[in-house]
């Protein structure tokens, strides 16, 4: 993708294309929990009632978890049966355990559909270079806007 050009059309493995972007740009980076009683964490006794807030961004880019963080790429799932329902705590889009994120299938349809749809009858332009800087808060959005213009399929 380059200026003013349109989409490149190449084939890619959806479940771990989904997995992928949901590593390196998941929806909420601070997911909490309340201590119950005191629990041992890092070196640390975190006493009972406290708040400890675990950080989903970082631990998706943390390099003693994965090989090259940074980097987008599908290997790191292709072969690798690393589960989104918050068993694998190094990776946690949905959160995890019984307050983990009941939305995850109708979630992961839901952006499908709409993509598929959305290139499927348009085709789309993008007149910007791509900005993928973040910015973060409970949940992460994009900085700069992504600007792309829709252009009418002509009909079959
Ligand atoms: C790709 C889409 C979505 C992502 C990445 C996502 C992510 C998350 C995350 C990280 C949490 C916190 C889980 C935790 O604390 O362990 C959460 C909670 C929650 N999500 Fe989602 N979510 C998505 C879609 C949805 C949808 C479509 C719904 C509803 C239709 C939904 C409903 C909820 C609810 C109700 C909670 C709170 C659960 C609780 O506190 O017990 N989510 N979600």
Same mark, same amino acid.
């Given at each position: 993708?380059?200026?003013?050009? +349109?989409? #490149? /059309?190449?084939?890619?493995?959806?479940?771990?294309? @989904?997995?992928?972007?949901?590593?390196?740009? *998941?929806?909420?980076?601070?997911?909490?929990?309340?201590?119950?009683?005191?629990?041992?964490?890092?070196?640390?006794?975190?006493?009972?009632?406290?708040?400890?807030?675990?950080?989903?961004?970082?631990?998706?880019?943390?390099?003693?978890?994965?090989?090259?963080?940074?980097?987008? +790429?599908? #290997? /790191?799932?292709?072969?690798?049966?690393?589960?989104? @329902?918050?068993?694998?705590?190094?990776?946690? *889009?949905?959160?995890?355990?019984?307050?983990?994120?009941?939305?995850?299938?109708?979630?992961?349809?839901?952006?499908?559909?709409?993509?598929?749809?959305?290139?499927?009858?348009?085709?789309?332009?993008?007149?910007?270079?791509?900005?993928?800087?973040?910015?973060?808060?409970?949940?992460?959005? #994009? /900085?700069?806007?992504?600007?792309?213009?829709?252009?009418?399929?002509?009909?079959?």
């Amino acid at each position: 993708m380059g200026n003013g050009r +349109a989409f #490149e /059309k190449r084939n890619y493995d959806e479940e771990s294309t @989904k997995r992928e972007t949901l590593r390196l740009h *998941p929806l909420a980076a601070l997911i909490y929990r309340e201590t119950s009683e005191i629990v041992k964490l890092g070196g640390y006794d975190i006493p009972p009632k406290v708040m400890v807030l675990m950080n989903s961004w970082a631990i998706h880019r943390n390099p003693n978890l994965w090989d090259r963080p940074k980097e987008f +790429a599908l #290997e /790191k799932f292709e072969k690798n049966p690393i589960d989104n @329902k918050g068993l694998d705590f190094h990776y946690i *889009p949905f959160g995890f355990g019984r307050r983990g994120c009941p939305g995850l299938t109708f979630g992961l349809f839901a952006v499908e559909y709409l993509m598929a749809n959305l290139l499927h009858w348009l085709e789309w332009k993008q007149p910007e270079e791509l900005n993928m800087d973040e910015v973060s808060g409970f949940t992460i959005h #994009e /900085k700069n806007p992504l600007l792309l213009v829709p252009i009418p399929n002509s009909p079959p």
